[in-house]
């Protein structure tokens, strides 16, 4: 972890090994900690080589959908003639994620390394790193790198003297969650509304400027210099040993109700009561745990029961009915109102709604005027039904899945903590409905 | 303009009266202009520099309005009619002039359990802003509820214009009300 | 170019084979199933965003959007199943929560998709208890007014105007629940084809200002027609109520106007109207015009006709039939025939080929070359002293005075009297183009039949009748029972027009023979 804390001994530090270290910021400082030597090994392999390494380390990707990365790069065909294009997704907007701002804070240079590997090996002369606007740090840091980088001749028409051309640039969002969809982000760099785009065309066929674009997460490109330094093999070591679908180290941001927050790493598959407990310290003083969301806000919610049960990694999440996600572990404890916070989700994807499809525009909207009434004391059994007949509604039926994410909550929490909306429902001494007809 | 309940506000900013219809002066001469052209190498497209102009825009003016986007629209080939529904889809873009300090505190959910609210009262407290969205009498302050600002580990992350705030308790926010006067 | 291989899949238990490539959402309207759809039309690129085209495909895990999605061989497709209806039952609820339903003052009403879709698959309630969202209407423009609170957000009109008339005046503004079609203070849609937009909404959301409240939708009765605004010759539908023309609107047709008619072809609809019309045959006499019978006036006509050379002064909005049997006229005397065009500014559709408001503003000018008629911009010029004028329905200048004084004789044959005519010793009322039946020949030499839509006033005749009669009346053997009867004539005698003919023809139009003669200049 590093920032704000000392790593914790059960900790696999491969990217937080340096969180925390002004010093290997710096171009000079990264390099003595053993920088841009997987970048310079990688301009002398052949980019189809480069796809194979990380196809057979397992690496998938960690901004939430888990694909693997090397399956990923191997849809670019290289040598097709077309310009090709590596995004790297910096828009880290999901509710309990801050990983990807920790990364780019303190070890700009692993992810301009990763980055540029990245670019290398799926054929692409340019790539671009969109940034959330918010992050203003990490931004600053990130421009910095680059701008070292490049005078360094690391990056450029002539990356590390290879004669190969890797250009690197950063592209700051302006506050919109579902620019980190990956075709959100393209319409967003092509200086658009941050619209999801219908698929087909995918990304590798059509993708930014119209061309052949891989997108990859910041944790999946900074782990790829590691992976070809040390091997696939050394790589694939990190996992359960009954579970080798998921590969490496994982990091995990925790938040919420918990002793000590922040950014752990820890290797696939780890006991997830362990590292709640253990690792992050339980819950603060005098209270207890209650709910977990471990993948970020999109994710199902499970009790601490369950997640005591489960194993960090993408299968053990969903062993225990969740999704591992961008791992933004979300803690909540016995002092929050379950619905409350429900319904503040479902307002953070109401605000979020890009307003294409009819469900996710609508629908968000619903489902957080509904919820915020129930809040509010206004509630009435038949919501209940209402509220996950929109659910069902707002799932699987859109371009993009911030519906679905909306939906997730409110179905998982109304199943597991249906009591607390009860209680709202019957402690209520006068109910009265507008009398709007719809 | 949107009007009526919505569900996540209508615009976060409220529009005052006063500046919106002064004269505006081009923002892209001289050095900004060799700025711009410079970005648009990085990309295939002219339109691809549609955001950072914006920024660069917001940076030099404070907000966004309307002669603004008709500028960059003008220079990107863009009608203003383009640039305006983009730039109402991002939120950081100011569509009013707002306060000298422009204030968002983050109430999402991993920060509302933490206690942001009693956060986002404490400024509205010792702004003097009152109310969401409206800039305090003297100018000085605008306080939004922002979503997400990922950075859910340092419960509650605060932006003062674009200095990152973390950890803001309530009882540390006239301290930090104090850093900007 | 290779020949696009077929595609076999089932809709609705029906065997349907199209071209790969093509929609299921295509695909099933050549099975005669027509899925519920909004954003997608097929004048516009696909949008994909309003999701009521879901169907159900066999072996696909989620729903699919027909209208984005290709059709694949094997494919089996339910439109009607109940997780498709459902989908799309719940699409409607949700755009109809914050509808107003003031469906009894939308002018939308009765024509109304939202009102369509929802009296076939939607809820009979609605579970929505909360307060609803509001806006004002919205002037944008134009002959339009945004009425935001219908909005189902389906973007027709801003794929319309960015994608089609290349002129993004439109666009989606703000996100989520708050979002709606908005446009940057002072630029307006006047756009010359912006006024499209009405019609391609969906629902009540945009509005004509000038069709504002003017009759119910179901009151209107419609008729195949062709616009005579200019030569492009857009197919329309003629809107009448109570026997006058309330609005025109385009009808598709590929081949000459794709699903879209200009502004100015849309409003030039009222001299339909206009009720200062010849009414009554009328012959010159001492004290003025005297009304007489159609026949007195034909043999009249004849008569002062007889011996002279005849020179014809045609509008170039007169349909082939009149215009052939005025050639006969002619011929009969060796006389000639002329047509003036008035001219105004071109304004092309741009994401369209080949489709324009084009500068010659009237509809058969094409129609009046093929027929033997010189076209001049003085066409008075062309007549010869003590010639027999019949202005046929044409206009006259100012500047035409000086020749209207060489005719001999002027028999004006009309809608309405000439301004600037002296006199006219005899007066055959007929009726105006959606009054009668016939067919024009656009710029392209397409030829393109309309239909009646309206009765003519009080004793005027379609004008292929009356010139008929004033054949038979001169001797010659004319005797046509319908219009059709006049252009199996015009087609045996005319080259051109060889080998067609009404049945052919058709309600899309055919060619001219040697069409190519007309087509666009390469550019």
Sequence with gaps: ?438 | MSHGPSAAGGALIKPSNGHERAPHEPVFVGEARARLDELITRYPSKQAVLLPALWMLQEARGWVSEDGMAEVGALLDLTPAYVKGVVTFYTMYHQHPVGKYFIQVCTTSPCNVCGAEEVVKAFLDGTGCGELGVTSDDGRFTVIEVECLGACGFATPVMVNSDFLESIMPDGVPDVLARYQ | MAETPLVNLTIEGRPVTVAAGTTILEAAKTAGVLIPHYCYHPGLPVAGVCRMCLVEVEKFPKLAPSCATAVGEGQVVHVHSEKAREARKGVLELLLINHPLDCPICDQSGECELQDYTYQEGRKDSRYREAKRFSPVDDFGGDVLYVQTRCILCTRCVRFMEDVAHDPVLNVSERGDRAYIGKFEGKDLTHPWAANVVDLCPVGALLSKDFLNKARAWELDRTASVCTGCSQGCNIIVETRDNTVMRLRPRSNESVNQFFMCDHGRGDYRWLNRRDRLESPSILGAGGHRIVEWEVALQAAARVLKGKRIFVLASPNLSNEALHLLSRVMQRSNGAGAYRVPQGEAAPLAGVPDLALRTDRAANGTGAQLLGFSRHASPLDLMQPGDALIVADAELTEQDAASLAKAGVVVVLGTAMPAHLPKADIVLPIANTVEEEGTLTNLRGRVQRFQQAKAAPGLARPSWFVLADLLGAMGEKAEFFQAHDVFAALAASTPAFAGLSYDTIGLRGLPVVDASQFAEASR
């Design chain 1, 1 to 438: 972890m590093g920032y704000p804390h000392q790593p914790h001994p059960r900790e696999t530090l491969l990217l937080s090994k340096h969180f925390g270290d002004a010093e290997a910021r710096t171009l000079d400082g990264w390099k003595k900690r053993g920088g841009y030597k997987a970048l310079e090994m990688a301009l002398g392999m052949e980019p189809v080589a480069i796809q194979n390494v990380v196809k057979e380390s397992g690496l998938r990707g960690r901004g939430g959908a888990g694909f693997p990365t090397g399956l990923k790069w191997s849809f670019m065909k290289i040598g097709d003639g077309k310009p090709h294009y590596l995004c790297c997704n910096a828009d880290e907007s999901e509710p309990g994620t801050f990983k990807d701002r920790e990364i780019m804070r303190w070890t700009p240079h692993a992810l301009i390394e990763g980055v540029a590997l990245g670019a290398y090996a799926i054929g692409a002369e340019t790539a671009y790193i969109y940034i959330r606007g918010e992050i203003t740090e990490p931004l600053a840091v990130m421009e910095a790198a680059l701008v070292e980088a490049r005078a360094a001749g690391i990056i450029g028409p002539n990356a590390m003297g290879s004669g190969k051309t890797v250009n690197v640039w950063v592209h700051k969002g302006a506050g919109a969650y579902i620019c980190g969809e990956e075709t959100a982000l393209m319409n967003s760099l092509e200086g658009k509304r941050g619209n999801p785009r219908i698929k087909p065309p995918f990304p590798a066929v059509a993708g930014v400027f119209g061309k052949p674009t891989t997108i990859n997460n910041v944790e999946t490109l900074a782990a790829v210099p590691h992976i070809l330094v040390n091997g696939a093999d050394w790589y694939k070591k990190f996992a359960r040993p009954d579970n080798p679908k998921s590969t490496g180290t994982k990091l995990w941001s925790v938040c919420g109700n918990i002793a000590r927050p922040g950014n752990y790493e820890v290797e696939m598959g780890f006991p997830f009561g362990e590292f709640l407990h253990e690792v992050c310290g339980g819950a603060l003083p005098g209270r207890t745990l209650k709910a977990i969301i471990p993948g970020g806000s999109s994710v199902p919610i499970i009790t601490l029961e369950e997640a005591e049960r489960g194993f960090m990694d993408y299968e053990g999440m969903v062993a225990v009915g969740t999704m591992l996600g961008s791992a933004g572990c979300i803690v909540i404890d016995s002092a929050q109102s379950m619905p409350k916070q429900i319904a503040r989700l479902a307002r953070f994807y109401a605000h979020e709604s890009c307003a294409q499809c009819t469900q996710c525009r609508e629908g968000t909207a619903w489902t957080t005027k509904i919820l915020e009434r129930m809040v509010a004391g206004d509630g009435t059994a038949e919501d209940f039904d209402t509220l996950l007949e929109i659910a069902e509604n707002m799932t699987g039926k859109t371009i993009c899945v911030l519906s679905d994410s909306c939906a997730t909550p409110v179905i998982s929490g109304i199943q597991k903590f249906r009591h607390e909306f009860e209680a709202l429902i019957t402690r209520k001494t006068v109910h009265v409905v507008p009398t709007v007809v719809a």
